[in-house]
C-alpha cells in the first residue's frame, strides 16, 4: 500500500483479499485459534512464529485495521487497543518504569494529564510539563540523565494549541529519546507526525478516525525509525533479554521497525489487557475508508462557523488556528496547510450564564462531552467538565467562565450557521 496515495490507504489498506475471500475485512469472532500440534503453539509462544493464539494479543481484524493506520501515518508497524486513553499509557510505559522521567507538552487532553500527573506518578514515572511555546533552551532544559521520552499533541485538546514538532523533535533527538506524538485531531489525513521527526504516535481512534460516535479505541505507530541500539543503556526494556520471553531482545530480533510494536504487544497487552474488540475494529475501519473525505468537510465547517463567529458582536474571542490573528495561525499553516480539525472555541461577552443560554438555545447543536464526530456538539467548561471552580480558577486555567468548544460536525455550513445566530440572538 506504501505505492499509493492516502486516500486510497484509507480505503484499501491493510487488507488485500485473495481469490473468494471476503471483500469487506472478516470480524474474526473467536477468542482463540486452533492448532495441529503442542510445537506448533510452543513456536508462537516463544515468539518464533507469528500467528495467533488468543484475541487478549492479537486478533486478524485488529491486526488489519492496524495495517492501514500504519500505512496512513507512514509507519512500519502498529497495534490497537481499547481506547486511547490505553493507548497513550501503552505507548509511554514501554519505555518509561519506575524512577524514569518524561517531559510532556503541558497542552493536553486532560485524561492524559491526569494519567500522566497522578497515576503515572504513582507508579514512580515523573513528569515535567512544559509550555507548547517554550524556547529550545526551556525545552533543552526540562530533560534529566532518565528521562525516556517526549509527549505532545499535535492539535491539543482543548485548547487548540499547535505542536512545533521539529523542535520537539530535535530536543528529544539531542537527548537520545523518542518523541511521541498523540495526532488523534489532525488524524494522518491533515498531519504526519512521522514526517516532522516524531518516533511514535497515537491516537484515539473514538474521534475522527471512527468519526460517527459508534466506537471507543486506540491506536499506537512505530516510525520504525528510532534507533533503540544507539542507547541501550535507556532502554533495557528493548535491548536487554526479556526473560518472560525467553531471553528475547526485542531490539535485536525485530529490528527498528518491529522492536517497538512486538514488545507493547508481548508485555503490556498480555499483561495488562486492554485489546480492542475485533467488532470495534471493524466500525473503525468503517470509519477509516472515508476519513480522507470527511476531514476536509469538518474543516470547511469550523472555518465558516470561526469567521462568523468573529464578526458577531456577542463573541469576545474565537480561537481556531485557520484564524489569521490566531496564535497558532502560523505553526498551523506549516504543520497543518490542508486543514487542522472541526474543533473552534470561543467566549461570549456575557460569561456563564451566556454560555448556558446560548447552548440551550442550540436547535441542531447536542450539548454533549464528545467531539470529532459527523454530528456538532458543544460544551461549556464552566458549568461541566470544570464545573467545581470559581470564576478566577476557571480565567488562571485557561477556561473562561464564556467559553465554549464547539466541534463542528458534517451537516451544511450554512444551517449550523443559522442555528448558531439563532441561539446568540437569545443572549441578552
Ligand atoms: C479523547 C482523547 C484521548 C483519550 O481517548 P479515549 O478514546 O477517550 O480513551 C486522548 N488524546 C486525545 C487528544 C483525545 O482527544
Not at 516463544?46 to 495495517?67: H, I, M, W
Not at 491506536?219 to 543503556?233: K, L, N, Q, T, Y
Amino acid at each position: 500500500m506504501s505505492d499509493f496515495r492516502l486516500d486510497t490507504a484509507c480505503v484499501q489498506g491493510g487488507y488485500t483479499p485473495g481469490n473468494g475471500e471476503p471483500r469487506q475485512i472478516p470480524i474474526v469472532q473467536s477468542t482463540t485459534f486452533k492448532y495441529n500440534t503442542g510445537e506448533d503453539m510452543g513456536r508462537l509462544f516463544d515468539l518464533e512464529d507469528s500467528g495467533y493464539f488468543y484475541t487478549r494479543l492479537q486478533n486478524p481484524t485488529n491486526d488489519a485495521v492496524a495495517a492501514k493506520i500504519a500505512a496512513l501515518e507512514g509507519g512500519t508497524a502498529a497495534m490497537l487497543t481499547s481506547s486511547g486513553q490505553a493507548a497513550n499509557f501503552f505507548a509511554l510505559f514501554n519505555l518509561a518504569g519506575c524512577g524514569d522521567h518524561i517531559v510532556a507538552s503541558s497542552s493536553i487532553y486532560g485524561g492524559t494529564f491526569n494519567l500522566f500527573s497522578v497515576t503515572m506518578a504513582r507508579m514512580g514515572i515523573e513528569t515535567t510539563f512544559v509550555s507548547p511555546d517554550c524556547t529550545e533552551a526551556e525545552l533543552n532544559a526540562a530533560f534529566r540523565e532518565n528521562t525516556k521520552c517526549v509527549f505532545g499533541e499535535t492539535i491539543a485538546n482543548p485548547a487548540l494549541t499547535v505542536l512545533d514538532i521539529e523542535l520537539f523533535a530535535r530536543a528529544a533527538h539531542a537527548h537520545g529519546v523518542p518523541l511521541i506524538v498523540d495526532n488523534t485531531f489532525a488524524t494522518p489525513v491533515n498531519c504526519r507526525p512521522f514526517e516532522w521527526g516524531a518516533d511514535i504516535v497515537t491516537h484515539s481512534t473514538t474521534k475522527y478516525m471512527d468519526g460517527h460516535g459508534a466506537a471507543v479505541g486506540g491506536a499506537i505507530v512505530d516510525s520504525g525509525r528510532f534507533d533503540w541500539m544507539a542507547h541501550p543503556d535507556k532502554f533495557p526494556g528493548l535491548c536487554s533479554p526479556d526473560e518472560s520471553y525467553h531471553g528475547i531482545t526485542y531490539a535485536e530480533k525485530f529490528g527498528r521497525e518491529g522492536a517497538f510494536i512486538t514488545k507493547c504487544t508481548a508485555q503490556l497487552m498480555r499483561d495488562f489487557g486492554s485489546i480492542q474488540s475485533p467488532q470495534h475494529a471493524f466500525y473503525l475501519n468503517l470509519g477509516l475508508e472515508s476519513l480522507h473525505v470527511r476531514m476536509p468537510r469538518h474543516c470547511a465547517n469550523a472555518q465558516a462557523v470561526a469567521e462568523f463567529l468573529q464578526k458577531h458582536p456577542k463573541v469576545s474571542r474565537v480561537r481556531y488556528c485557520g484564524l489569521p490573528g490566531d496564535p497558532y495561525y502560523d505553526r498551523a499553516r506549516k504543520y497543518l496547510p490542508n486543514g487542522s480539525c472541526g474543533v473552534v472555541s470561543f467566549e461570549l461577552k456575557g460569561g456563564r450564564e451566556a454560555a448556558s443560554l446560548f447552548m440551550n438555545s442550540l436547535k441542531l447543536a447536542a450539548i454533549e462531552t464528545h467531539v470529532a464526530d459527523a454530528r456538532t456538539c458543544c460544551l461549556n467548561p464552566a458549568t461541566t467538565t470544570h464545573r467545581q471552580m470559581t470564576d478566577a480558577q476557571l480565567e488562571a486555567a485557561g477556561v473562561p467562565a464564556g467559553l465554549v468548544r464547539m466541534s463542528c460536525g458534517l451537516e451544511a455550513a450554512e444551517d449550523l450557521i443559522a442555528d448558531i445566530a439563532q441561539a446568540l440572538d437569545q443572549v441578552k
